[in-house]
């Protein structure tokens, strides 16, 4: 079965780095996501991504996250200038059709800022 | 907005008994989805099983159902036959065409015991 994949699995990094997670979501899924779990608390919603632009985005994601679909495989989370309350699990998700069809997810990545 | 809430934080099982998970919904919108999906201590995401509002027929698959109450926006799942490997955080998210992001409950961490 088709799987999300996301490398690395652990990032670590210095307060104030950027840092790139990577995604490469199912071959014929159209919706892209990221989402973000803090250590024991709920997952929470960062962005939605359609046809090459952000179609959603929530609060927390703000002008130090970026998106990119550089290419026809790759969706990227850029954080630009990290902060220790970055620190989480980011899990990215893609879907064949949007809202209507369910979201699968990768394994995340656990990003470490120190 | 719409909001989920799952009040029971922890619970255990024997194994090979059943158990049931709560969770409740506030929304405005009468098309949506819900989903309950299973993070084991490998932290991946995995969809368990998803019920459309307009079906009232509660989903099924194996041995995990759903009891889906509209009127009463509740949304429960059902593990029966309970399993060592059942063990894991489970959440209750919600869908639907007025914002393209899931929105998930705090979680409930569900111990099988042998």
């Known amino acids: ?114 | 907005a719409q909001t989920v809430t799952q009040s029971q934080p922890e619970m255990s099982v024997q194994e090979a008994e059943t158990v049931t998970l709560s969770c409740t919904y506030d929304t405005s919108e009468s098309n949506y989805y819900l989903f309950w999906y299973k993070q084991p201590p490998s932290r991946q995401m995995i969809l368990v099983i998803r019920q459309e509002a307009y079906k009232q027929q509660n989903a099924t698959e194996n041995r995990f159902s759903v009891n889906f109450q509209k009127a009463a926006k509740s949304f429960s799942l059902k593990i029966s036959d309970s399993q060592l490997g059942d063990t894991a955080m489970y959440f209750c998210a919600f869908i639907n065409n007025a914002g393209n992001m899931l929105t998930f409950g705090g979680g409930t961490r569900l111990m099988v015991k042998p």
């Open chain 1, 1 to 114: 079965e088709p799987e999300v994949t996301q490398t690395p699995s652990h990032q670590v990094t210095q307060m104030g780095q950027e840092v790139i997670l990577r995604c490469v979501p199912i071959s014929n899924h159209l919706y892209f996501y990221w989402y973000r779990q803090i250590l024991g608390q709920k997952v929470e919603f960062l962005v939605s991504f359609y046809n090459n632009e952000i179609s959603e985005k929530s609060e927390i994601f703000d002008d130090q996250f970026s998106v990119e679909r550089p290419d026809g495989s790759n969706f990227t989370l850029k954080i630009r200038s990290t902060k220790l309350e970055d620190s989480a699990m980011y899990f990215c998700a893609s879907s064949p059709t949007g809202w209507d069809s369910p979201l699968h997810f990768g394994n995340g990545t656990r990003l470490t800022v120190t």
